[in-house]
């Protein structure tokens, strides 16, 4: 009996060895993957309210001033640090007579940095992209 007791001395350490820094990867992988979706939904919102709030203005200069104000308020209200970020709006759809459907699209991007969580393989940073559009009042004076 105490040689098949002997058989098995230092296995628990041996798993050990093996599980934690396995676990630790994995840990790891969770929190890496969570900041990017996170990370994605807020740059997503800060899409669609960059073209919601560009949409309601009157000309393209102000929607352009209005979308990219509306976009950096909503990173910063998420606490979402890009590095940089960069706000785009495509609103030729004022040049469209009144009366016309037209929309106008928003894209930002965000460079979200992930180089403190040690992982091997990750990148340092990453790149998220999102575009929205909203519709133009059709009957709404454009200048």
């Known amino acids: 009996m105490s040689r098949s007791g002997r058989g098995e001395r230092g296995s628990a350490t041996l ?13 790891g992988l969770v929190i890496a993957l969570g900041r990017i979706e996170v990370a994605r939904q807020h740059v997503d919102a800060a899409a669609a309210e960059a073209a919601r709030s560009g949409s309601l203005a009157r000309d393209a200069a102000s929607a352009t001033s209005r979308a990219t104000a ?16 960069r706000v785009e709006v495509d609103a030729a759809g004022f040049a469209v007579p009144v009366g016309t459907p037209a929309s106008l699209q928003a894209t930002v991007t965000c460079q979200v ?13 990453l790149i998220i992209t999102r575009q929205a559009s909203s519709p133009l009042d059709v009957f709404r004076g454009r200048r």
């Open 113 to 125: 940095i992930l180089s403190d969580i040690e992982l091997p393989g990750l990148p340092g940073s």
């Open 15 to 27: 798993e050990a060895v093996l599980v934690v820094p396995a676990f630790c990867l994995f840990l």
């Open 70 to 85: 509306a976009a950096q308020a909503t990173l910063a209200s998420h606490q979402l640090d890009c590095q940089p970020a």
